[in-house]
T-cell receptor
Framework: DVKVTQSSRYLVKRTGEKVFLECVQD?????MFWYRQDPGLGLRLIYF???????EKGDIPEGYSVSREKKERFSLILESASTNQTSMYLCASSPLLAANTGELFFGEGSRLTVL | ELKVEQNPLFLSMQEGKNYTIYCNYSTTSDRLYWYRQDPGKSLESLFVLLSNGAVKQEGRLMASLDTKARLSTLHITAAVHDLSATYFCAALPYSGGSNYKLTFGKGTLLTVNP
């Protein structure tokens, strides 16, 4: 089974702190994604990466950055956390689309509260 | 820009009843996905629909895709309490290539009452 592991299930941080959310997948998938989920807004894509050191902005990249130094690991960084970044963050991975269905495999989520 | 709309957003139904959740999308897409999310949990893949007319069934859930109408449906037959969850549809813009991003609907919160 595909396993996507997010390092922290629950985090509480203060405004202005730097926050790292880590995600690791064990199926050698090329694509990795960070979404945030908010009530009434569904899932919104922050960033995605299709290869090591490659990244593309999603729909709401402002206030976030990402890092992908190894194929299996994709990190989301909040340089200076703000209260409006309080949310559930979901990491997902998938293999290349051409030979696969495009289905995403999600981690358990990281619930971040910024005070 | 691809937009995905689900309705209803909230659905309360009695056990044993049937109902349908609708997923409309705004531009050409040839792949449609349904996911389930239990409270406090992550998303679990239910169905992947890859072509016009595709129909897939698992237990009391059946999903279908009409690419001409840009519509997918998730039909629930004889609902049971265990089906209570939030259901998301997601579509993939038709662009080819290996790099892509899914666009999700806002989700339908389904509550099945005894």
């Amino acid at each position: 089974d595909v396993k996507v592991t997010q390092s922290s299930r629950y985090l509480v941080k203060r405004t202005g702190e730097k926050v790292f959310l880590e995600c690791v997948q064990d199926m050698d998938h090329e694509n990795m994604f960070w979404y945030r989920q908010d009530p009434g807004l569904g899932l919104r894509l922050i960033y995605f990466s299709y290869d090591v050191k490659m990244k593309e902005k999603g729909d709401i990249p402002e206030g976030y950055s990402v890092s992908r130094e190894k194929k299996e690991r994709f990190s989301l960084i909040l340089e200076s956390a703000s209260t409006n970044q309080t949310s559930m963050y979901l990491c997902a991975s998938s293999p290349l689309l051409a030979a696969n269905t495009g289905e995403l495999f999600f981690g358990e989520g990281s619930r971040l509260t910024v005070l | 820009e691809l937009k995905v709309e689900q309705n209803p957003l909230f659905l309360s139904m009695q056990e044993g009843k049937n109902y349908t959740i609708y997923c409309n999308y705004s531009t050409t897409s040839d792949r449609l996905y349904w996911y389930r999310q239990d409270p406090g949990k992550s998303l679990e893949s239910l169905f992947v629909l890859l072509s016009n007319g595709a129909v897939k069934q698992e237990g009391r859930l059946m999903a279908s895709l009409d690419t001409k109408a840009r519509l997918s449906t998730l039909h629930i037959t004889a609902a049971v309490h265990d089906l209570s969850a939030t259901y998301f549809c997601a579509a993939l813009p038709y662009s080819g290539g290996s790099n892509y991003k899914l666009t999700f609907g806002k989700g339908t919160l389904l509550t099945v009452n005894p």
